[in-house]
């Protein structure tokens, strides 16, 4: 079992940055778990938007952040983060973190078993 908890959201205006972080703590060591980042934008289904392998650390990413978002993992600090760059009022949204004991990435948020509570990104035009 594991327990994530998410921070560095914020208000910034359109073209900027924000990195956000999430930190894992629990029983079982933080290289076992694949982690994803998924966000909800207001009035709208959760969607995925980037995820990292265990073990390979091979990276995914959602077609609407490709280019702009990228994430990184840190196993001696139990930490997965999401570089985000060049923001646009769409990437408005609460962001959450995920993981799952399974070497593969799934964007299909049901296929996760852990999550964080969440922080909130707003991005003005």
């Known amino acids: 079992q594991v327990q994530l908890v998410e921070s560095g959201g914020g208000l910034v205006q359109a073209g900027g940055s924000l990195r956000l972080s999430c930190a894992a703590s629990?029983?079982?060591?933080?290289?076992?778990?694949?982690m994803t980042w998924f966000r909800q934008p207001p009035g709208k289904e959760r969607e995925f938007v980037a995820g990292i392998s265990r073990y390979n650390g091979n990276t995914y990413y959602s077609d609407s952040v490709k280019g702009r978002f990228t994430i990184s993992r840190d196993n001696a600090k139990n930490t997965v983060n999401l570089q985000m760059n060049s923001l646009k009022p769409e990437d408005t949204a609460i962001y959450y973190c995920a993981a799952r004991s399974r070497t593969n990435v799934n964007t299909m948020s049901t296929e996760y078993d852990y999550w964080g509570q969440g922080t909130q990104v707003t991005v003005s035009s």
């Open positions: 629990g029983r079982t060591s933080f290289s076992s778990y694949t």
